[in-house]
């Protein structure tokens, strides 16, 4: 059974002994300590309770002046509008991508010319010789930068050199599966090891103020390997996309605690390593003389930067009674057959006894919902065999009722469309505004249609 724990009170300063004595030895006060009988105390609640024995931590207001964190620049602006304006000091980043997409060599041409700039930057490897990652920065015209190689595994290996010296102003650890940390049991690209390998690395980043950033593996459906807790440990996560069929990648900001996550970076895989592409629209749209039936131009809107893209629809008509295939590249399959039943449910065009085929062209992926009206155009345009003019690009979103709805940032798209020679746009009612764009407004799916066959 457990004894009550007698305290003495002092009443004028509140401080609390163990032992009664005349005066309190913190206010001085003479006859002030006053007993009181505390609660029962096992030796549970004793070694378990946090409500004491802590030390007391510094709380600030909300109001408080605080200055923007200071950002260190890449050299390489399209990685830097991804970050948001460059990497953060004492910040942790994640990248991840399929198998030879080029995140290695991304980061290696980032480090070196921030090393050129002056900045302290080490390069550790856990999946290369230092010697392969040396002829890789020859092959790509950067073996005079003074990055800081190494080839290691161990997490305390690693902090325990850098720990010695100034730490550096980048840190890029490649890869995160790699790494392993002796105080946890398993081999290296476990649940357990990355998470403690990630802790200890994110600490020393906070600690030290360095910037870190962890290349990270993926699984086959695309989504980082691992556990999920990493990407909530990180400050900013990056996705680098792209097919190897195709020279674009795309580096999209998934999460960034300095930034938005609506921007992204293209970049165009060459023989001397990612090039920057300052106008993406030249990788998406397909040159032509002559107007081809099924196509139509659609800017889509990645983040504050226009991206035109062509979207192309094939129809093809079947004599047997085969079921007609639905395939589709670069959209969601589910979004096709929803603008497949508005059209035929409201305006009477049937594509049943027809396969359809849609692709993005470039193998771009198209998110936006503006595009629903670019789509319905290139089936329309697919099915009756009426090229849509080679001038014209088309936006917005439908409704299953068939309403053309407005979409977001309309005048940017428009603008994009302008500068890059396109002269027409179909666009939702509401957004048919004047403009440099000569512009046709909607407000329902039948109209449009009617429009196209020239009713």
């Not at 020859?138 to 990055?147: D, I, M, Q």
């Amino acid at each position: 059974m457990a004894k009550p724990k007698k305290r003495y009170v002092c009443q004028q300063c509140g401080s609390v002994t163990s032992q009664w004595q005349g005066q309190c030895a913190d206010c001085g006060e003479w006859n002030s300590l006053v007993e009181d009988a505390g609660a029962v105390v096992t030796p549970f609640q004793a070694k378990h309770n946090l409500q004491g024995g802590g030390r007391m931590i510094l709380m600030s207001g909300l109001d408080a002046d605080i200055p923007l964190p200071a950002r260190m620049s890449t050299g390489i602006a399209e990685l830097d509008r991804a970050l948001g304006g460059g990497f953060v000091e004492a910040s942790a980043t994640l990248i991840g991508g399929d198998p030879g997409i080029g995140k290695s060599t991304l980061l290696l041409q980032a480090a070196a010319k921030m090393a050129l700039a002056g900045k302290g930057v080490a390069y550790v490897s856990g999946e290369e010789a230092a010697d392969q990652v040396r002829l890789r920065a020859r092959r790509l015209g950067l073996g005079n930068a003074p990055v800081q190689l190494a080839s290691a595994t161990s997490v305390r290996d690693i902090l325990t050199t850098l720990g010695g010296a100034t730490p550096p102003d980048l840190l890029v650890i490649d890869s995160i599966q790699t790494m392993h940390s002796d105080l946890i049991e398993g081999a290296p690209g476990t649940v357990s090891q990355v998470r403690a390998a990630s802790q200890e690395l994110i600490r020393f980043a906070k600690e030290r103020g360095t910037a870190v950033v962890l290349v990270g593996h993926v699984t086959k459906d695309g989504s980082l390997a691992g556990p999920r807790v990493l990407e909530h440990m990180v400050d900013t996560v990056l996705a680098f996309e792209g097919e190897r069929s195709h020279q674009y990648r795309i580096l999209r900001a998934v999460k960034n605690r300095f930034g938005g996550t609506d921007e992204i970076g293209v970049f165009a895989m060459q023989t001397e390593g990612l090039t920057e592409v300052g106008n993406p629209s030249s990788l998406f749209l397909t040159s032509r003389d002559e107007s081809v039936s099924g196509t139509v131009v659609f800017p889509a809107l990645e983040g504050t930067r226009p991206v035109l893209v062509e979207i192309q629809a094939l129809v093809v008509r079947l004599a047997s009674g085969a079921t007609p295939r639905r395939a589709v590249v670069g959209w969601d399959s589910g979004r096709l057959a929803m603008i497949l039943a508005v059209l035929e449910a409201r305006c009477g065009l049937s594509f049943a006894t027809s396969e359809v085929y849609l692709n993005i062209a470039g193998g771009y992926r198209v998110q936006d919902p503006a595009a629903d009206l670019a789509v319905a155009a290139a089936l329309i345009s697919a099915l009756s065999e009426r090229p849509v003019a080679t001038d014209m690009v088309a936006f917005g979103e439908l409704a299953l009722s068939g309403e053309v709805r407005p979409v977001a940032h309309g005048a940017l798209r428009l603008k994009e469309a302008g500068k890059l020679g396109f002269t027409r746009a179909l666009v939702p009612a509401a957004q048919a505004k004047e403009g440099a764009v000569a512009l046709s407004g909607f407000r329902n799916l039948g109209g449009f249609v009617d429009h196209l066959l020239g009713r």
